[in-house]
């Protein structure tokens, strides 16, 4: 970073450096002493905690990071933020029928997650999708009386049978129908258990839509109905005489849609789809566009594969003013609106804490004023490389130190220098190297050539967390999510790094970050301080994370601590799940842990008998390694 504008740094240089402001929708910024706020709204009035607060009474109540932290008020702000835009647009517009927002479970289905989204839902009347029997079961318990549930995926007796007894318990249940093999079960069903089904229809918009999910929509979606299994379903209903239990038309038009022209088009294929189901004689009352709802990770508000072109509003107006318009032109009344936003539901209101353990530099130690007399002429040659730098031209520069360096280590290979010689030559090419990377940066251009030379150089921050067990699709499909310190901003963040985790892996990283509005392969951090911890935040990560983490080398569940701030600025700790023990998460893999346990006692027990171990010391380490087995399986002090 220039010296300059390090001295010149700013909180503002900060927010806009990680784009807070943009990305944080609100519900985080910075303070006046630099550090990373999160926000509640109370009558109007935002209050402001900081995120080190939490983490200082996460720690005073015994749990070491990483930490899983949930915020309830930003659970509940989204939530009422989607009901209220939707009742704004519907006013807006005139539009006849309601919106009905359902989360759909596989998102997260964290029990303090679903309760929560269940409690301060049921005025809006939100409901529940479920797209498995596990995820019925919880939704069974959990949903209040009244509660629309959309039932998805395939479906087996077992499944048709706890839906239709959802009925009797006073839920409007539907059973959305993904494949025509379903139809012949469900109406088997309901006539022996004499309980008359909801039923609704997924068909496959043709509409394709941009992102990393594009593979959702169109023609090849894995799910839906085509035109001719749409017909056949409404032919055996009609057959039945069941036709008018046919009253919702599912369309899935995607996930993280980035471009709100996208929506509208699938939008009105789906108006067209309702209205010829209205015609054919069903009841309907009910139009299910699905997921699609993105979340601007990056804060640029773009069609980026991160981002979106529109703002929440804009998402209700499209979908409200599309279908009054279409089907009030064909005479048809309005349906219910049914949207299953997930991501956009629960991505704020949770967030991975960690600190950093160490940190690895690439960078040259102090180098000699002058070569000894005997060095090697190419050490000499690369040596005479440091001078000129200011006139040269950077990136024939470069090319001629790495040529040298390379030949260097061939000589080393071949016997002709020894190891402290490759290492001189290693730490000159270092010098060299991050005095191009100084007139870059002074620059502000980076010379053609060159172009990856920065991020070669970036410090690796070794981080208390594992990237597959808590940010699986960091790795898996290359999602971005904001990272930033949590304090420190009043300080120019004069590093630059990846982040590694704990995981003995070269995945196990972080290496694509939000930076300035747009993408880095390098994140700007702090200089770590000696008897300081440093803590880094992943933000927005409250969609699909927990449930897909892995046990990669054995890390497992994080501490899980969820929080309610208060009015007054205070904050409540509502509930605390401590994260795996190393004993937990070796049950997984088939191990016993006293089984375990007795056999080292036995082994050891057996190097006493050799004098190998002596009692005293037979004892300490069977102590040790029970407290092990009790223990967080990432690093504690």
Same mark, same amino acid.
């Given at each position: 970073?220039?010296?300059?504008?390090?001295?010149?740094?700013?909180?503002?240089?900060?927010?806009?450096?990680?784009?807070?402001?943009?990305?944080?929708?609100?519900?985080?910024?910075?303070?006046?002493?630099?550090?990373?706020?999160?926000?509640?709204?109370?009558?109007?009035?935002?209050?402001?905690v900081?995120?080190m607060?939490i983490?200082?009474?996460?720690?005073?109540?015994?749990?070491?990071?990483?930490?899983?932290?949930r915020?309830?008020?930003?659970?509940?702000?989204?939530?009422?933020?989607?009901?209220?835009?939707?009742?704004?647009?519907?006013?807006?517009?005139?539009?006849?029928?309601?919106?009905?927002?359902?989360?759909?479970?596989?998102?997260?289905?964290?029990c303090?997650?679903?309760?929560?989204?269940?409690?301060?839902?049921?005025?809006?009347?939100?409901?529940?999708?479920?797209?498995?029997?596990?995820?019925?079961?919880?939704?069974l318990?959990?949903?209040?009386?009244?509660g629309?549930?959309?039932?998805n995926?395939?479906?087996?007796?077992?499944?048709?049978?706890?839906?239709?007894?959802?009925?009797?318990?006073?839920?409007?249940?539907?059973?959305?129908?993904?494949?025509?093999?379903?139809l012949?079960?469900?109406?088997?069903?309901?006539?022996?258990?004499?309980?008359?089904?909801?039923?609704?229809?997924?068909?496959?918009?043709?509409?394709?839509?941009?992102?990393?999910?594009t593979?959702?929509?169109?023609d090849?979606s894995?799910?839906?109905?085509?035109?001719?299994?749409?017909?056949?379903?409404?032919?055996?209903?009609?057959?039945?005489?069941?036709l008018?239990?046919?009253?919702?038309?599912?369309?899935?038009?995607?996930?993280?849609?980035?471009?709100?022209?996208?929506?509208?088009?699938?939008?009105?294929?789906?108006c067209?789809?309702?209205?010829?189901?209205?015609?054919?004689?069903?009841?309907?009352?009910?139009?299910?566009?699905?997921g699609?709802?993105? =979340?601007?990770?990056?804060?640029?508000?773009? #069609?980026?594969?991160?981002? +979106? !072109?529109?703002?929440? /509003?804009? %998402?209700?107006?499209?979908?409200?003013?599309?279908?009054?318009?279409?089907?009030?032109?064909?005479?048809?009344?309005?349906?219910?609106?049914?949207?299953?936003?997930?991501?956009a539901t629960?991505?704020?209101?949770?967030?991975?804490?960690f600190?950093?353990?160490?940190?690895?530099?690439?960078?040259?130690?102090?180098?000699?004023?002058?070569?000894?007399?005997?060095?090697?002429?190419?050490?000499?040659?690369?040596?005479?490389?440091?001078?000129?730098?200011?006139?040269?031209?950077?990136?024939?520069?470069y090319?001629?130190?790495?040529?040298?360096?390379?030949?260097?280590?061939?000589?080393?290979?071949?016997g002709?220098?020894?190891?402290?010689?490759?290492?001189?030559?290693?730490?000159?090419?270092?010098?060299?190297?991050?005095?191009?990377?100084?007139?870059? =940066?002074?620059?502000?251009?980076?010379?053609? #050539?060159?172009?990856?030379? +920065? !991020?070669?150089?970036? /410090?690796? %921050?070794?981080?208390?967390?594992?990237?597959?067990?808590?940010?699986?699709?960091?790795?898996?499909?290359?999602?971005?999510?904001?990272?930033?310190?949590?304090?420190?901003?009043?300080?120019?963040?004069?590093?630059?790094?990846?982040?590694?985790?704990?995981?003995?892996?070269?995945?196990?990283?972080?290496?694509?970050?939000?930076?300035?509005?747009?993408e880095?392969?390098?994140?700007?951090?702090?200089?770590?301080?000696?008897?300081?911890?440093?803590?880094?935040?992943?933000?927005?990560?409250?969609?699909?994370?927990?449930?897909?983490?892995?046990?990669?080398?054995?890390?497992?569940?994080?501490?899980?601590?969820?929080?309610?701030?208060?009015?007054?600025?205070?904050?409540?700790?509502?509930?605390?799940?401590?994260?795996?023990?190393?004993?937990?998460?070796?049950?997984?893999?088939?191990?016993?842990?006293?089984?375990?346990?007795?056999?080292?006692?036995?082994?050891?027990?057996?190097?006493?008998?050799?004098?190998?171990?002596?009692?005293?010391?037979?004892?300490?380490?069977?102590?040790?390694?029970?407290a092990s087995?009790?223990?967080?399986?990432?690093?504690?002090?």
């Amino acid at each position: 970073m220039n010296r300059k504008l390090a001295q010149n740094w700013t909180l503002e240089a900060s927010a806009s450096l990680y784009g807070i402001r943009d990305w944080g929708a609100g519900h985080f910024d910075l303070d006046g002493q630099g550090n990373v706020v999160v926000q509640a709204r109370f009558n109007g009035d935002k209050v402001a905690v900081p995120l080190m607060d939490i983490v200082s009474g996460i720690e005073q109540r015994g749990h070491a990071m990483p930490v899983l932290l949930r915020i309830e008020n930003l659970l509940d702000a989204r939530i009422a933020l989607l009901n209220e835009s939707f009742r704004a647009a519907i006013a807006r517009t005139g539009y006849q029928g309601e919106y009905r927002g359902v989360f759909p479970v596989k998102v997260n289905q964290q029990c303090q997650v679903i309760e929560e989204i269940v409690r301060f839902g049921a005025p809006y009347g939100h409901g529940l999708e479920a797209g498995s029997k596990a995820e019925l079961v919880l939704a069974l318990a959990s949903l209040r009386e009244g509660g629309l549930l959309v039932l998805n995926g395939y479906k087996d007796r077992e499944f048709i049978d706890l839906g239709l007894w959802a009925d009797k318990l006073g839920y409007r249940c539907v059973f959305v129908i993904e494949s025509p093999s379903e139809l012949p079960l469900i109406i088997e069903r309901s006539k022996a258990l004499g309980i008359r089904p909801t039923v609704g229809a997924r068909v496959k918009v043709s509409a394709k839509v941009g992102g990393l999910w594009t593979e959702t929509s169109g023609d090849r979606s894995s799910f839906g109905l085509s035109t001719a299994q749409l017909i056949s379903v409404v032919d055996t209903l009609k057959a039945e005489g069941m036709l008018d239990c046919l009253k919702l038309l599912h369309c899935h038009l995607g996930s993280q849609i980035p471009h709100i022209a996208d929506i509208r088009a699938g939008v009105l294929e789906a108006c067209r789809y309702y209205s010829d189901l209205v015609r054919e004689g069903a009841t309907m009352g009910y139009l299910d566009l699905g997921g699609g709802l993105a =979340v601007d990770y990056s804060g640029v508000r773009s #069609g980026h594969v991160h981002s +979106r !072109d529109y703002a929440l /509003d804009d %998402y209700c107006n499209t979908l409200v003013g599309t279908i009054g318009e279409t089907l009030s032109a064909q005479g048809i009344a309005h349906p219910h609106i049914v949207t299953e936003s997930g991501r956009a539901t629960v991505a704020y209101s949770s967030m991975l804490l960690f600190n950093i353990l160490d940190v690895m530099h690439f960078e040259a130690v102090a180098l000699p004023d002058t070569l000894a007399s005997g060095s090697h002429p190419l050490l000499r040659e690369l040596f005479a490389l440091r001078d000129g730098l200011d006139t040269a031209d950077l990136t024939a520069h470069y090319n001629e130190a790495m040529t040298l360096r390379d030949r260097i280590r061939e000589l080393y290979k071949d016997g002709q220098i020894g190891l402290r010689e490759r290492s001189l030559g290693e730490n000159i090419f270092l010098a060299i190297a991050q005095g191009i990377v100084e007139r870059i =940066v002074q620059a502000g251009k980076t010379p053609l #050539g060159l172009e990856g030379l +920065r !991020d070669s150089l970036a /410090d690796i %921050y070794y981080g208390n967390f594992s990237v597959f067990q808590s940010l699986p699709d960091t790795w898996a499909i290359g999602q971005l999510f904001p990272v930033i310190p949590l304090h420190r901003h009043l300080e120019a963040p004069c590093r630059e790094a990846i982040l590694s985790d704990l995981t003995c892996d070269c995945d196990g990283k972080l290496d694509a970050f939000i930076v300035a509005g747009g993408e880095s392969r390098i994140l700007p951090v702090h200089p770590l301080k000696q008897e300081e911890e440093y803590y880094l935040g992943v933000f927005l990560m409250g969609a699909y994370q927990e449930t897909l983490g892995d046990l990669h080398n054995l890390f497992g569940d994080t501490h899980v601590v969820s929080v309610r701030i208060n009015q007054d600025g205070s904050f409540d700790v509502m509930k605390e799940i401590s994260g795996d023990s190393i004993g937990d998460v070796l049950s997984y893999v088939e191990y016993n842990p006293q089984t375990l346990f007795e056999q080292l006692r036995s082994t050891a027990e057996a190097a006493v008998r050799q004098g190998r171990l002596t009692v005293p010391e037979r004892q300490r380490l069977l102590e040790e390694f029970s407290a092990s087995l009790a223990g967080y399986t990432y690093y504690e002090k």
